[in-house]
């Protein structure tokens, strides 16, 4: 095997034998194969959008497939050969589908790929990844730099077709321009050619299609369960039978909390699901109680101390330990052989069951501990007046935000330094998983700017990245200045694959002076880096104190 698309790659280098997350060599391989499929599907559909008569139910359900199948190879998503074998196989079908149309393509090779002579056998698929393996397709191109940037584009793609599946969900259609945009992307990656430009122009394309799908995730979870408002969490236990639920797809905890009703269960969030309880459409069920646990790192210690099933509704998943296997349940594109997977009717019985078997938590904890989320665009905006007054008497002084992922890595600690060392007249940021380095601190819990602002606001899941986008334009429009100008510093933690996606955002919309850490990916090049820096002023996390001193200066 030889992956390397996550921060936590082995030696900063590639998993080479078994990944840090705990991918295998052949759960790799099958994802190397359906990785080509979603490349050879896509190009069927470029080809077939562009004679403009074919079937709308067979685009349609080349779309769903397009982003179902790449979201299961993100990291920590999909640990099941069965399921990436049996995606494999509904690509297969697709291709034979379009196949049978008699339409030109542009990779006829890919493809043509005669899928359907290995799909019987795992291992024949297993095969085929083998030999298409990063290293080979490296080989290819012929050119390291070219083939950095084919990753940087495949990376964010990968983000942002997951992305696209969570609007899906809640919307149950796709938009088409974007559907047509990522097939695109995904035709230009399928080629071997060394093309400096194209690549680098893709990528950032990626990043614009990615804004388009975060806008549109953004509109739909406000749609379908009204508008973030900020909201206390309780962080701390109640007493009774309890559900956890984690991931990030909120249509599948609405649903959970409408077959819960008056069951007597509680319902708590965990990891990238705590500001659910920021949308009207889900804190008005009484028995969504709170959250249990920090991170998804954490979970196989979390979990593990739970008195009640478990739902991963999306990333992150770890391989699970025997002490809650047995009352663990997977869904939507989230696999690992085993374990029990809910399917797409979302029902809830048996995890339902389960809880009602089960004692629950003995006794509510008091005194109760909270945490506000819900600092939405929509929530953040209304204060832009008072946050621009603040800066202009100098009461502010800068905004950071530190958004992201979390992971085990002790360097992470860099974000929570960050925070602290940051002066009290800054105000902080948080996004995505990256907020738990930062919602922890005895230091920032309950700390307030001299204007009675909070001084750390959530903005919400790493799915809710628009937030920043939108607040970010918004100010720097009122302020009559470019998004660069304001008084705005960006510290991005990654890992996976989403968060590539939403630095290609950035970066496409010309954002300047982020701070990438703890370590920069290794699918990038120096001479990418170069031109990443030369272009951007992208720089990797340094000192704590140093960086502090730099941001303050606007640098
Ligand atoms: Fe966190 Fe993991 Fe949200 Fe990432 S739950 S690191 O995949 O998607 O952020
Ligand atoms: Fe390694 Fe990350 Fe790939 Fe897992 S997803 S095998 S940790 S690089």
């Not at 609007?167 to 093309?195: C, P, R």
């Not at 997977?341 to 069951?353: A, K, L, Q, T, W």
């Not at 809710?464 to 939108?470: E, G, K, R």
């Amino acid at each position: 095997m030889f992956c390397r698309q996550c921060e936590q790659t082995q030696h900063h280098f590639a998993c080479t034998t078994v990944g840090v997350c705990g991918k295998t060599s052949e759960t790799s391989a099958l994802q190397d194969t359906l990785m080509e499929a979603v490349k050879a599907v896509s190009l069927w559909c470029v080809a077939a959008r562009q004679i403009g008569t074919v079937d709308p139910q067979l685009l349609h359900e080349a779309n769903k497939w397009t982003l179902q199948a790449t979201f299961s190879t993100l990291t920590n998503v999909n640990f099941s050969d069965e399921a990436i074998a049996d995606y494999i196989r509904q690509g297969v079908d697709l291709q034979q589908q379009f196949q049978a149309l008699g339409l030109s393509v542009q990779e006829p090779q890919l493809a043509n790929t005669n899928w359907a002579s290995i799909q019987d056998s795992i291992e024949e698929l297993e095969e085929y990844g083998h030999a298409h393996s990063l290293p080979k397709r490296q080989a290819a191109m012929g050119n390291d730099d070219c083939f950095s940037l084919n990753e940087i584009g495949t990376y964010g793609l990968k983000g942002a077709c997951a992305y696209a599946a969570h609007a899906y969900q809640l919307l149950g259609t796709f938009d088409e321009e974007i559907m047509k945009d990522i097939h695109e992307v995904w035709a230009k990656l399928a080629s071997n050619e060394a093309d400096t430009e194209g690549l680098l122009q893709n990528a950032m394309r990626v990043g614009e299609i990615n804004a388009r799908v975060l806008a549109l995730l953004d509109s739909a979870h406000a749609e379908k369960l009204g508008a973030p408002e900020p909201t206390p969490v309780r962080m701390t236990a109640t007493e009774g039978k309890a559900i956890l639920v984690s991931g990030h797809d909120l249509a599948d905890l609405e649903a959970l909390l409408k077959q819960t009703e008056g069951k007597g269960i509680n319902v708590y969030t965990h990891g990238e699901m705590t500001p659910a309880h920021s949308y009207p459409g889900l804190k008005k069920y009484p028995h969504l109680v709170g959250n249990y646990g920090t991170a998804w790192q954490n979970q196989k210690f979390e979990f593990a101390g739970f008195p009640g099933p478990i739902v991963v509704t999306t990333n992150c998943i770890q391989i699970p330990r025997r002490a809650y296997k047995e009352r663990l349940y997977t869904m939507n594109e989230v696999g690992v052989t085993g374990v029990k997977h809910i399917g797409s009717d979302r029902d809830f019985s048996p995890v339902i069951e389960q809880a009602l078997e089960m004692k629950g938590f003995p006794k509510t904890v008091e005194p109760a501990k909270y945490h506000t989320v819900g600092f939405n665009h929509r929530a953040v905006l209304p204060l832009a007046g008072k946050v621009i007054e603040a800066v202009q008497s100098g009461a502010l002084s800068r905004i950071v935000l530190i958004g992201g992922c979390d992971g085990t890595q002790w360097d992470r600690n860099y974000f929570t330094n960050l925070a602290e060392e940051l002066p009290e007249d800054t105000l902080i940021l948080t996004l995505g998983c990256a907020k738990n380095r930062v919602i922890h601190s005895e230091k920032l819990l309950g700390a307030t700017l001299a204007n009675g602002m909070p001084r750390v606001m959530d903005m919400g899941q790493c799915n809710d990245s628009y937030s920043a986008v939108v607040v970010a334009s918004e100010l720097a429009k009122a302020l009559n200045c470019g998004i660069n100008d304001l008084p705005l510093s960006l510290a991005l933690s990654h890992l996976e694959q989403k968060a590539a996606a939403v630095l290609l955002t950035l970066l496409s919309m010309g954002v300047k002076n982020i701070r990438l850490g703890p370590s920069l990916p290794a699918f990038v090049t120096p001479n990418v880096l170069n031109v990443l820096s030369q272009n951007y002023n992208l720089m990797p996390t340094g000192d704590v104190q140093e960086d502090v001193v730099s941001i303050m200066e606007g640098k």
